[in-house]
């Protein structure tokens, strides 16, 4: 339905696991990982890991066979091609990066689904070596969320998106993830929009936390299975009603019309 709007977060929402934690695992570099982890912001430091990676041979090829092993449920590409299909606006606002999230989309082949990726830039420099940056520059720029991490605020992305649809008529929003930088946008919703944290997660833990800041209504999923249905149920709900307030509007146009021209005379006799 073109008046919905869903925001996916990526990592332990659409995947299973956290995208730069599985690379940085599965290419053998944890422990050096966890040793520069409390020395250096996070986008940093996977920037940094990628110059390692690199530097041991690994390549760009390497990553990316990584990343189309990611595990993810079964239902959850279904689910998302059905939203699709529906004709809702799909949207990633994600803090993982680009060319993770761009590579696993591609590879299960949902990437066409999605009219807008928010995240982290990751791009392959001329050397081969796989760059990320923050997607906000807090040393230049902070972007001023106490609730958020320096280097993005979902719920500013959220409210960009909010103002630029008011051009466009009332649209109904859904936003589903799972971590802490989920809650900020869940504040930012209208009290007809839905929000979707996963169940026993961060995002879960302070909307619960904190219902009375929360205008959406909370939906909470556990798995893939409880995505998809919660999530095309949703989407059948708000179309019913939609479907509902057309059919009221077009009552009240039928009766202001009779109102202001009147019965139609009777249809003259044909003549013979």
Not at 19 to 40: C, H, I, K
Not at 57 to 70: A, G, P, S
Not at 171 to 192: H, N, Q, T, V
Request: glycine share 6%; aromatic share 8%; hydrophobic share 40%.
């Amino acid at each position: 339905m073109a008046g919905i709007v869903v925001f996916f977060d990526f990592d332990k929402t659409i995947i299973d696991v956290d995208s730069d934690n599985w690379v940085v695992d599965e290419l053998g570099a944890t422990d050096l990982f966890n040793q520069l982890l409390p020395t250096m912001p996070w986008n940093s430091l996977m920037d940094r890991m990628m110059n390692e990676l690199h530097t041991q041979v690994i390549t760009i090829q390497d990553i990316e066979e990584v990343l189309k092993r990611v595990p993810i449920h079964p239902r959850i590409v279904p689910a998302i091609k059905s939203a699709y299909a529906l004709g809702c606006d799909l949207r990633v606002t994600s803090d993982a990066n680009v060319f993770f999230i761009e590579t696993i989309l591609k590879h299960v082949g949902i990437r066409d689904c999605f009219s807008e990726i928010n995240t982290n830039p990751g791009y392959v420099d001329e050397e081969g070596r796989l760059r990320i940056l923050p997607y906000v520059d807090f040393i230049t720029s902070p972007h001023g969320c106490n609730l958020c991490p320096p280097n993005m605020c979902k719920g500013m992305i959220v409210e960009r998106i909010q103002a630029s649809m008011t051009k466009e008529g009332k649209k109904r929003m859904i936003y589903l993830g799972d971590g802490i930088g989920d809650f900020c946008p869940s504040l930012k919703l209208m009290e007809a929009d839905f929000v979707m944290p996963r169940k026993d997660f961060p995002a879960w833990n302070l909307i619960n936390k904190n219902r009375t800041l929360v205008k959406a209504t909370v939906h909470e999923w556990a798995d893939g299975e409880e995505f998809e249905h919660i999530l095309l149920q949703l989407i059948n709900t708000i179309s019913v009603e939609e479907s509902r307030l057309l059919s009221v509007e077009y009552c009240k146009f039928q009766t202001m019309s009779k109102a202001t021209h009147g019965a139609l005379p009777p249809a003259l006799p044909v003549p013979y």
